[in-house]
């Protein structure tokens, strides 16, 4: 498989662009990659460029872009993620599977059980971590739209500005099925799902205040790094581009 590559600078065809030092370290040095070896380069604007290349030094790749590929791989549904912060891989993971489903934005949220405390420093550094993960996960499904992460907040101001066509937040307390509902293509869809030991039920409550419908997504209580998944999967299904 050809190795896919983000660059956040315009591309143009039969042009040279030299790779950051990341992209490149990855081709000359984990890749092994030769002069001559066909790359795809994207920027996240749309479509993708095939490309070759042109040369490999010490800390630099040169590629030559020659053919603008119009592929997109979107999802119909513009799906929103507004997940409770978890402890460490399990939020790694989180958003990493939900690019891999089609959602477009990311909203991390501090709620009443939330473990995680982030200052302004400490915020700065893990948004910068979550979309380098974005942005490989994107690399590795095919997606040329790189979605958006928002800083983190908390869970009650956010809630006063959540506007979608269907708002939906998990709860094992509601007999409401996703399979009850009509969602038309290009509805934007709004899943909010609580941290590690759920939302409380004053946060519940404030959800239910602002038009979330409280939805089940079977008999079993899923954890916070599967429920968001398990939703998004049957979304697509559902209404979406998979299955």
């Not at 791989?73 to 089609?102: C, F, P």
Request: glycine share 6%; charged share 25%; net charge neutral.
């Amino acid at each position: 498989m050809t190795t896919r590559i983000f660059q956040a600078i315009p591309l143009k065809v039969n042009t040279a662009i030299q790779l950051d030092q990341k992209a490149s370290h990855h081709l000359a040095r984990v890749l092994r990659a030769s002069i001559g070896d066909p790359a795809i380069i994207f920027n996240g604007e749309g479509g993708e460029y095939a490309s070759v290349i042109q040369s490999i030094d010490k800390k630099t790749v040169t590629v030559e872009i020659k053919q603008l590929i119009d592929r997109d791989v979107e999802s119909s549904l513009d799906l929103w993620l507004a997940q409770g912060i978890s402890r460490g891989e399990k939020m790694d993971y989180t958003i990493q599977k939900a690019v891999e489903l089609g959602v477009k934005k990311i909203i991390p949220l501090f709620t009443e059980r939330c473990n995680v405390k982030l200052d302004s420093e400490r915020s700065k550094k893990r948004i910068e971590h979550w979309q380098s993960i974005i942005i490989s996960a994107c690399e590795q499904c095919g997606r040329n739209t790189v979605p958006t992460i928002l800083a983190p907040q908390s869970l009650d101001v956010w809630l006063k500005t959540a506007k979608a066509d269907h708002c939906f937040v998990l709860s094992p307390h509601t007999d409401k099925k996703l399979k009850t509902f009509t969602i038309e293509n290009h509805s934007r869809v709004i899943l909010l799902i609580g941290p590690e030991g759920g939302l409380s039920e004053q946060e519940m409550t404030q959800a239910v205040q602002q038009c979330f419908l409280p939805l089940n997504l079977g008999p079993r209580i899923l954890r916070t790094e599967t429920a968001g998944i398990a939703a998004m999967t049957a979304l697509q299904c559902l209404f979406g581009d998979l299955g």
